[in-house]
Nanobody, 119 residues
Framework: QVQLVESGGGLVQAGGSLRLSCAAS????????MAWFRQAPGKEREFVAA????????YYEKSLEGRFSISADNAKNTVYLQMNSLESEDTAVYYC????????????WGQGTQVTVSS
């Protein structure tokens, strides 16, 4: 059973930074992609970034690349999302997700962590 627990959200001023963490437990994750999504009020959930746990390859929503950075600590089974130069438009609930490489979908989701950026 895969479990994902996000942490690190909170209130930050525009221009500030936050680092989100996603602690994963369950089977070995070497065959998984890990990703961050977000959902703002009244909007659909959108992709933020992903990382291949075994290869370390990273993928980003183009508009966020350069401000956001995804990384993974295999020893801690934890994935991070470093967010810099935050804007009010980044306010959302951020979700961690896991999916088997090649499946084309994410089957496991965390409960989400709220990020609020004040202008």
């Amino acid at each position: 059973q895969v479990q994902l627990v996000e942490s690190g959200g909170g209130l930050v001023q525009a221009g500030g930074s936050l680092r989100l963490s996603c602690a994963a437990s369950g089977p070995t994750f070497s065959g998984y992609n890990m990703a961050w999504f977000r959902q703002a009020p009244g909007k659909e959930r959108e992709f933020v970034a992903a990382i291949s746990w075994s290869r370390g390859s990273t993928y980003y929503e183009k508009s966020l690349e350069g401000r956001f950075s995804i990384s993974a600590d295999n020893a801690k089974n934890t994935v991070y999302l470093q967010m810099n130069s935050l804007e009010s438009e980044d306010t959302a609930v951020y979700y961690c997700a896991a999916g088997i490489i090649g499946a084309g979908k994410y089957d496991y989701w965390g409960q989400g962590t709220q990020v609020t950026v004040s202008s």
